[in-house]
């Protein structure tokens, strides 16, 4: 009976790190998707836990500011997505830095409804505009798709 407990909070723990280890993989591919589709010059996704204050940041490309700061310059736009039924409040902002043409997008959203404690921030640096986004680079446009796509993980 032990060895059979035993090997059940084994296969456990290997279950638990390849889920981790699956959506770290996600992750990263999602946002490399995103910026190869955007023409982004780089991007970062932070999953920060509000309890613990653990944050883990995944990144590619050139870095972005940190998504936090952002400027007087920022337009932002609230949107309710639902997840599983759950409302989620996701808010994108595009954040102008010195001209027009240099763009930072972000997307947040606390998911405390699926994931308690969790937030997600979402940062692309300077997306091009696109035939799929009518020329916009706006942050509703395509951080927000890439927020409602990693949120989805969970």
């Known amino acids: 009976?032990?060895?059979i407990l035993f090997i059940m909070a084994g296969l456990l723990v290997i279950g638990s790190m390849t889920f981790v280890l699956?959506?770290?993989n996600s992750v990263k591919a999602i946002l490399s998707k995103y910026i190869k589709h955007f023409d982004a010059s780089g991007g970062q996704i932070f999953i920060i836990n509000n309890q613990s204050h653990n944050v883990k940041e995944y990144k590619i490309g050139e870095s972005a500011f940190y998504p936090l700061e952002l400027t007087?310059?920022?337009d932002c736009f609230h949107k309710a997505?639902?997840?599983r039924n759950q409302k989620i409040d996701t808010y994108s902002c595009t954040n102008i830095k010195d001209t027009p043409k240099?763009?930072?997008t972000i997307a947040f959203a606390d998911i405390s409804a699926?994931?308690?404690d969790y937030e997600i921030w979402v940062v692309l640096n300077e997306p091009k505009p696109k035939k799929d986004t009518f020329g916009f680079v706006?942050?509703?446009w395509n951080a927000l798709p890439l927020l409602n796509e990693i949120i989805a993980l969970w």
């Open 102 to 104: 240099q763009v930072e």
């Open 22 to 24: 699956a959506q770290k």
């Open 1 to 3: 009976m032990k060895k």
């Open 81 to 83: 997505i639902y997840i």
């Open 72 to 74: 007087a310059n920022a």
């Open 114 to 116: 699926i994931k308690k």
């Open 138 to 140: 706006t942050a509703p």
